[in-house]
């Protein structure tokens, strides 16, 4: 299968990856085959990228985890994030904050114990990589960011050697590092067009009001409730709230700004389409020495495929490769399947772009 945009789809494909609603419910079912009026129906509920089986790329790709948990913890994030949002009225009185309270201490259990599952799910499974990206509607990004940003952090963590304890903190931290859009106006947070710069120091304000608010509602730890305030410093101190540096920036917090921004890079917004994978992959690699710890980057890298296998790419040499396989040591140059040669269609071979140091790959290609 492979990851194509909305409009590149062609009729007859089929749907490899399940569309849920912002509600959790399945919207459009796996294996579902695609016509133009369904693509118009996908378009309507937001979503401008899906997962396709088509001839070039039968095969499928699993998520680090299993779907029903990834739609248990957005939907508990959801919960969690929107009781915050009530708890913000001004005008409750003072049995309506006890309740809300009183609320959200639950859900923060009910969250504990989804992390608890996820954390100790990963952690069995050996030699984990991120294939796959999220497909979230622009309705329900907030959510699905909350939960891709803590398993991106949590693979991260993994491969960086944190232990369990600190794991659990960091996914945790990472789930509600933008607890503090709750707290934004909803039309800066939606806006389709640039911000002033009055509205994105009004967006800026989310990291202290996040943590303000985590510290002030919830008894969690210090480790944990410092990541929404410092998921968006960046080691050369040109990152906020603070322009904290390297060495003043919690290893947590420097974890979760890496996993935060792949994953905005990777979605759809409003106002801008998605990046694929191995141009985000490019981007954190070539931040490294500014806004990310290096040696979290060169983690991070060997975490994430940027070329998932079904990924058909544009080679340097005229060609079009179905990708076929990975090399764990050189992801940028995967084993790859020719299958189109000058715009001819030719026997398919096969072509491992690590022993072909003179052939590249220029891009990804989404229609034959």
Do not use: W
């Amino acid at each position: 299968m492979r990851l194509v945009p909305i409009n590149a789809v062609k009729e007859g494909s089929f749907l490899a990856q399940p569309l849920y609603d912002d509600q959790g419910r399945i919207l459009l079912a796996k294996g579902v085959k695609l016509s133009e009026r369904l693509k118009d129906k996908i378009k309507e509920s937001g979503f401008y990228s899906v997962y396709v089986l088509d001839e070039f790329s039968q095969g499928e790709l699993d998520d680090v985890i299993k779907p029903q948990v990834r739609q248990k913890a957005i939907a508990t994030i959801r919960a969690t994030l929107n009781t915050y949002g009530d708890m913000d009225d001004e005008g409750l009185n003072s049995f309506q904050k006890k309740k809300l309270h009183q609320q959200s201490e639950q859900q923060l259990e009910d969250m504990q114990q989804i992390i608890k599952l996820i954390v100790d799910d990963i952690l069995s499974q050996k030699d984990i990589m991120i294939n796959l990206v999220d497909i979230k509607s622009t309705d329900n990004y907030t959510y699905n960011h909350s939960v891709n940003a803590a398993i991106l952090s949590l693979t991260l963590g993994i491969g960086y050697g944190l232990n369990r304890n600190d794991l659990y903190d960091l996914t945790m931290g990472a789930m509600l590092h933008d607890v503090g859009k709750m707290f934004i106006p909803k039309e800066i947070l939606d806006k389709k067009g640039k911000l002033t710069p009055e509205e994105y120091k009004i967006m800026k304000e989310h990291t202290t009001r996040g943590y303000n608010h985590l510290r002030e509602n919830s008894d969690m730890s210090n480790k944990i409730r410092i990541i929404s305030l410092q998921h968006h410093e960046k080691v050369d101190g040109s990152g906020y709230p603070f322009g904290l540096k390297e060495e003043q920036i919690y290893i947590l917090s420097k974890i979760t700004a890496i996993a935060e921004v792949y994953d905005a890079l990777t979605s759809d917004r409003p106002y801008r389409r998605a990046m694929p994978p191995n141009e985000a992959v490019e981007y954190v690699m070539g931040s490294g020495s500014g806004y990310f710890n290096i040696d979290l980057v060169k983690t991070f890298c060997k975490k994430i495929n940027p070329y998932p296998i079904g990924t058909i790419v544009y080679l340097s040499n005229n060609s079009i490769a179905v990708v076929e396989d990975i090399n764990s040591i050189y992801i940028l140059r995967p084993i790859v399947k020719v299958i189109k040669q000058d715009g001819k269609i030719v026997e398919p071979f096969i072509c491992d772009l690590k022993k072909e140091s003179n052939i590249v790959i220029e891009g990804i290609c989404y229609e034959l």
